[in-house]
Structure formats: structure tokens, C-alpha cells
């Protein structure tokens, strides 16, 4: 068997890598569409389509952290309310007001992700 130029490794090379990437893009999308499936069957209905993507982009970010966190949060706190949540924009306007002069009794509401 005759011994590959540099220019003919290349090009063998880069057509790997393109079959490669092609097939990473497949199966990304397959893996992304199997989790919105999943996605599906969550109640996720009780967040705004920005929490939730803000939820995921987090937990994404963060990586395993984020779920070993959200577990002990779970089991500490009581069971979730049936009653229906706020929209964010109404919860903003009812803010409560403060009695003093010059800010003083304003609450400060504060969030961490």
C-alpha cells in the first residue's frame, strides 16, 4: 500500500472531521428532542417560558451541582401549593410600600440562582 502525501492525509483528515460533526449534530438533535419529550410530562406550567429557561440554563451551566442543590432544596421544604402562581409582571406591581420618609420600611426582595 502506497504511503499518503501530507496533502492526501489532509483531506482524509478533514473529511472524518465533517463526518464527524455531522454526526455529533444528529445525534445532538435526537438527544435535545428525547429530553423535550421528557419535558413534556413536567408541570411546567406553573413557570413563565423565561423562568424556565432561565432555570435550565442555570442548572446547565452549573452542571451536577445545581441538581445535588435542588434535591436538598426539594426535600426541605414543604410540599409545593396548588394554588396557582402569579405572573412575575403582577407580583412586581404589588410590590409593598413603605411607611417612612427617605426609603425607610421599603422591603428588599432579593434572589439567588
Known amino acids: 500500500m502506497p504511503k499518503m502525501t501530507d496533502r492526501e492525509r489532509l483531506a482524509k483528515i478533514e473529511a472524518d472531521q465533517q463526518s464527524l460533526a455531522q454526526e455529533a449534530e444528529s445525534v445532538r438533535r435526537a438527544l435535545r428532542a428525547h429530553y423535550g419529550k421528557v419535558a413534556t410530562e413536567l408541570a411546567v406550567e406553573r413557570l413563565s417560558e423565561r423562568e424556565f429557561r432561565d432555570v435550565l440554563s442555570h ?54 440562582l
Open 59 to 112: 442548572a446547565i451551566r452549573v452542571g451536577g451541582a445545581a441538581i445535588a442543590a435542588l434535591k436538598t432544596f426539594s426535600r426541605a421544604s414543604a410540599p409545593p401549593e396548588q394554588t396557582p402562581l402569579k405572573k412575575p409582571a403582577e407580583a412586581r406591581r404589588k410590590l409593598p410600600q413603605g411607611g417612612g420618609a427617605n426609603g425607610e420600611g421599603e422591603a428588599l426582595f432579593v434572589v439567588q
